[in-house]
């Protein structure tokens, strides 16, 4: 397993370079056979890297359980450079090992197991995309549409810093606000003008206003920018709002808010545009229990957790699916130079994964 996670680590996978997504697509693409896929489906992308949808055991009856991992990254092509993989104390550090390279591992060794062992008795389907760190724009309907015929979606995120697998995360949506006010020279007429800065610092006041963070609503202006020059009233301001939410109630709330917004300066002009939204994966009565069960069965002890972050389970557990969420690697430092997994919860959650696979 570790020699698996190595070549995919060295090969690195910055979502923004499609070239070198894409020699990362090549690999995993000659090696899936190895693993017992019966048939691999590249989906070329313009954008992004490639696809891969592979399929186990295809013929069986009933519905397919989904995979569903990506393959790329947040670190920028050349960081491997200054943090090389290495080993240590029981870690493996390398940037991208934790989410989640050594999802795809888990889930390769989980299958490979039980086609060997003559032991699927279900079809499966891997989705290897490679687009969710920037939110999944490319391959949210793929997802979705593969999801609809899935009795079961199991996500290859990485576990809990903890190590409980995650049965809800906050939905998430991203806004743009636009203030447009009126330019006047600030020293010899600044009474003809419109200060959108002032709009905007208003509307800012309201809209922080909007946090309910004992209840996990957070509603963040994240950037701004406004203003043309030192000596005249500003004409526009633009702004990025950030909004996590744990249910969909809360997320339509927020929403139904910035949608209503109006100026409070007479002549003043403001637009609030939603893009980037993630429904909340809300907690489903009962599917933790059963994973439990199963993982209990094989030895293994099942915490669960939530995140505030999102992932391509938020999408299949809005649709209603089934979705187990954090099936992936123990570790820590997601996103950082210090990305790292614990080695020994490889084989356990491929072992936890191929019992779901095999009794669910």
């Not at 992004?48 to 989904?66: E, T």
Request: charged content about 20%; proline content about 6%; aromatic content about 4%.
């Amino acid at each position: 397993m570790l020699d698996l996670l190595g070549q995919l680590a060295r090969r690195e996978s910055f979502t923004a370079d499609k070239g070198h997504v894409d020699q990362l697509v090549d690999y995993l693409e000659s090696a899936l056979g190895s693993f017992g896929a019966e048939k691999i489906q590249r989906l070329p992308q313009r954008d992004v890297g490639d696809f891969l949808l592979a399929d186990w055991n295809a013929n069986a009856p009933g519905k397919p359980a989904l995979l569903l991992c990506h393959i790329d990254t947040v670190h920028p092509i050349g960081t491997l450079r200054a943090t090389p993989p290495r080993l240590e104390e029981g870690r493996y550090f390398a940037p991208g090992a934790l989410d989640m390279k050594a999802g795809t591992v888990i889930a390769l060794f989980a299958l490979q197991s039980l086609y060997r062992q003559k032991r699927l008795k279900r079809p499966v389907k891997l989705l290897l995309t490679t687009d969710e760190e920037i939110g999944s724009p490319h391959s949210r309907a793929l997802i979705e549409a593969e999801a609809a015929q899935a009795e079961l979606a199991l996500v290859l995120e990485p576990a809990t810093p903890q190590g409980a697998i995650k049965t809800a995360r906050k939905g998430s949506a991203k806004y743009s606000l636009t203030i447009e006010g009126r330019p006047a020279h600030a020293g010899i007429a600044p009474q003809l003008g419109i200060n959108a800065i002032i709009e905007f610092a208003r509307q800012a006041l309201e809209i922080n206003a909007l946090n309910d963070l004992k209840y996990g609503t957070s509603v963040s202006i994240t950037q701004v920018s406004g203003g043309s020059a030192g000596n005249v009233i500003p004409a526009q301001v633009a702004a990025h709002i950030d909004t996590r939410a744990i249910t969909q109630a809360e997320m339509q709330r927020v929403e139904q808010a910035l949608a209503t917004l109006y100026p409070k300066m007479p002549g003043a002009k403001v637009r609030c545009h939603r893009h980037d939204y993630r429904p909340p994966m809300e907690r489903q009565a009962g599917i933790f229990e059963r994973a439990a069960e199963i993982a209990a069965r094989h030895g293994i002890t099942l915490e669960e957790g939530a995140s505030g972050g999102g992932s391509d389970g938020n999408f299949t557990a809005a649709m209603g699916v089934p979705t187990l969420d954090g099936l992936g690697a123990h570790g820590d430092g997601a996103h950082t130079l210090q990305e790292h997994i614990i080695i020994d919860s490889l084989p356990r959650q491929a072992a936890m994964v191929a019992a779901i696979l095999q009794e669910w």
